[in-house]
């Protein structure tokens, strides 16, 4: 339920005290409450002035009532709390459930809390005395309860579309007085809150993976410090295993399959569902301590990391057992052995900037990429095509592009990984006819909040494999909004499913060229700061 305040405003001083030109007052003689006419001099208004105030404070609550408090009076239109949210405070007992949100609905529960999968139920039992208006439910052995509250809920973070809440698990939350000597027993007893929500939906998308999963659960769970179990509705191993790493740095416990563990779970504290603040992002003014999707990308640094690490080690001790089963065959390098083989291994540093191009196959792929990477290694870079699939492992691509200095890709979910660059970096997005919204919205003004240096590049009509098949004076190519307000299905259909890209080399070298000299000299700054 949202709470509406209405704020009085602040009184202006001729409400209280007219003045002219002469200092001639109007003033109120709190001992005698008449009023009376004088001229005096300043300092004496000025007294007089101080006194009628202090009259007016004292005597105002004797006139104006207990309830209204100065506090309103002087209030600038904001209180103290106004921005607190709900829930955010709930009593033992309780159960607080914030339907305000555009994107999600979240629940509190405090107390003897307990899960009962076969009825898609979480129980709160409590003794109290209550004002609550109750009804009683015969439970399955004829023994009756009192329901003191019922609230039902979906965890999942697309509240607003309704085709696919419609397929989230709905969950009853009920709140019970318990019965006297009615035992109600906890198969496994946890000492910490939960985090309940859904992995249902669009999971299996990176983009929604991380933009309705992961970050939200970070932004509900991580000031508990790791000291939360995550209860999952729609339970997927091959989720937990893509995305174990970075649990287990949101928490120190496994995670508990809702429908498919039917034990009674028992927990001091539950939120139900995942707050979400916008598009893969995290707002610091929501946050406590004010964090950031930067902290969340910390997260991710100190979750593939220890990976990273082992593959270089197994990298490094191939190249080693490689490189000394060739000297053994040439006796003219035994001399030299160990540096050869560090040579060899290690290599020397590149100098150049490295830039990784996401490739595509299928719909929304650069058709020339030849020609780009071409182009990119005569302006000066490094360059690696990358290939994320679903089964890719995350840490091998964080690897990678945590490595770069720039990145290019076409609009779509793969774009999600820019979250692996480092801040600094440059980020290159194509855009391809129709998708100029969704691109800005979705990937464009994220990166900039991580603090990457975002490019986005528009393609022209005749940059798109489109332009060969329909007139050139069609809407789909001349006004595409026009197409996108006829709805999703032909967004999809045709700029999405149908829509391959030809880069125009020139066109595009400005920006390779832009994004080149900004790594460059960032690159020379950097070497300039270093410590000698």
Same mark, same amino acid.
């Given at each position: ?7 009085h405003?602040?009184?202006k001083a +001729? ?6 030109e002469?200092s ?7 001992? +005698? ?15 007089c002035?101080?006194t009628?105030?202090?009259?007016c404070?004292?005597?105002? %609550?004797?006139?104006? $009532?207990p309830?209204?408090?100065?506090s309103h ?7 103290d #709390? ?6 955010s405070s ?7 459930c #914030?339907r &305000?949100?555009?994107?999600s ?7 003897d809390?307990?899960?009962n999968?076969?009825s !898609?139920s979480?129980f709160?039992y409590n003794?109290?005395?209550?004002n609550?208006?109750?009804r009683t439910v015969k ?7 009192e329901?003191l509250q ?6 999942y973070t697309r509240?607003?579309? /309704? !085709?696919?809440m419609?397929t ?6 009920? !709140?019970?007085r318990v019965?006297l ?8 007893q946890?000492d ?7 992995? $249902?939906g669009?999971t299996?998308?990176?983009y ?7 970050i939200?659960?970070y932004? /509900? ?7 939360v179990?995550f209860?999952?509705l729609?339970?997927h =191993?091959w ?7 970075i649990?287990? *740095? ?10 498919g563990d039917?034990?009674? *779970?028992?927990f ?7 707050k979400i ?11 406590e301590g004010?964090?950031s999707?930067?902290d ?8 593939? @990391? %220890?990976r990273i ?5 197994d990298e490094e001790?191939?190249a ?6 060739q ?8 001399? +030299?052995?160990n540096?050869?083989?560090?040579q060899?291994?290690?290599g020397n540093? =590149?100098k150049?900037?490295?830039?990784v191009?996401?490739?595509? =196959? $299928?719909?929304?792929a650069?058709?020339?990429?030849n ?5 990119a290694e005569q ?13 890719s492992?995350l ?5 990678v592009l ?5 990145m290019?890709?076409?609009h $779509? ?8 660059m ?6 290159i997005?194509v ?5 100029? @919204?969704?691109a ?6 994220p990166a900039?909040?991580?603090g990457l ?5 528009e393609?022209?009509?005749?940059? +798109? &494999? ?7 004076n #069609?809407p ?5 909004? =026009? ?6 299905e032909?967004?999809k259909k ?13 066109r595009f ?13 960032k690159?020379?700054?950097n ?6």
């Amino acid at each position: 339920m949202v709470h509406y305040h209405r704020y009085h405003q602040p009184r202006k001083a +001729s409400e209280f005290i007219h003045k002219d030109e002469e200092s001639q007052n109007l003033v109120m003689d709190c001992s +005698s409450s008449v009023y009376y006419k004088r001229t005096r001099p300043k300092l004496l208004s000025f007294l007089c002035l101080i006194t009628f105030l202090s009259c007016c404070y004292v005597l105002a %609550p004797l006139f104006i $009532g207990p309830s209204f408090t100065f506090s309103h009076l002087y209030s600038n239109g904001a209180e103290d #709390d106004v921005n607190v949210p709900l829930c955010s405070s709930v009593s033992s007992g309780t159960i607080c459930c #914030d339907r &305000s949100g555009f994107r999600s609905d979240v629940c509190v529960m405090k107390g003897d809390i307990r899960t009962n999968s076969s009825s !898609s139920s979480i129980f709160l039992y409590n003794s109290r005395s209550t004002n609550n208006v109750s009804r009683t439910v015969k439970g399955r052995k004829g023994e009756e309860d009192e329901v003191l509250q019922h609230e039902k809920i979906r965890p999942y973070t697309r509240k607003w579309e /309704t !085709s696919v809440m419609d397929t989230i698990d709905e969950l009853n939350l009920v !709140s019970k007085r318990v019965n006297l000597g009615k035992k109600h027993g906890c198969d496994v007893q946890h000492d910490v809150p939960a985090v309940f929500f859904s992995n $249902g939906g669009y999971t299996g998308n990176v983009y929604h993976e991380f933009n309705d999963g992961i970050i939200p659960l970070y932004i /509900t769970s991580q000031h508990f410090n790791k000291k939360v179990v995550f209860v999952i509705l729609e339970y997927h =191993s091959w989720w937990i295993m893509k995305y174990g790493d970075i649990l287990s *740095h949101l928490s120190d416990y496994p995670a508990v399959d809702f429908r498919g563990d039917n034990r009674t *779970h028992c927990f001091p504290e539950a939120i139900v569902g995942l707050k979400i603040h916008d598009e893969l992002t995290v707002d610091p003014a929501l946050m406590e301590g004010n964090k950031s999707i930067v902290d969340f990308r910390n997260i991710l640094d100190k979750a593939y @990391w %220890p990976r990273i690490r082992g593959l270089i080690e197994d990298e490094e001790r191939e190249a080693q057992e490689k490189l000394r089963a060739q000297i053994a065959s040439s006796p003219l390098l035994h001399a +030299s052995q160990n540096q050869y083989i560090k040579q060899r291994v290690h290599g020397n540093p =590149s100098k150049k900037p490295k830039l990784v191009i996401l490739s595509r =196959s $299928g719909s929304r792929a650069i058709t020339n990429e030849n020609l780009l990477v071409k182009m990119a290694e005569q302006i000066g870079f490094q360059v690696e095509l990358l290939k994320p699939g679903r089964t890719s492992e995350l840490a091998k691509i964080y690897r990678v592009l945590n490595g770069s200095d720039a990145m290019i890709g076409v609009h $779509g979910a793969a774009m999600t990984h820019f979250m692996f660059m480092r801040p600094g970096s440059v980020f290159i997005q194509v855009v391809p006819l129709g998708t100029t @919204w969704a691109a800005e919205t979705y990937y464009g003004e994220p990166a900039r909040k991580l603090g990457l240096k975002y490019i986005g590049y528009e393609i022209q009509p005749r940059e +798109s &494999s489109l332009y060969e098949r329909y007139d050139k004076n #069609d809407p789909i190519l001349t006004d595409p909004d =026009s197409i996108n307000k006829k709805g999703w299905e032909y967004t999809k259909k045709i700029y999405l499913d149908s829509q391959n890209v030809v880069l125009d080399i020139r066109r595009f070298r400005k920006r390779l060229r832009r994004a080149y000299e900004y790594t460059f000299s960032k690159s020379n700054l950097n070497l300039q700061h270093r410590p000698q």
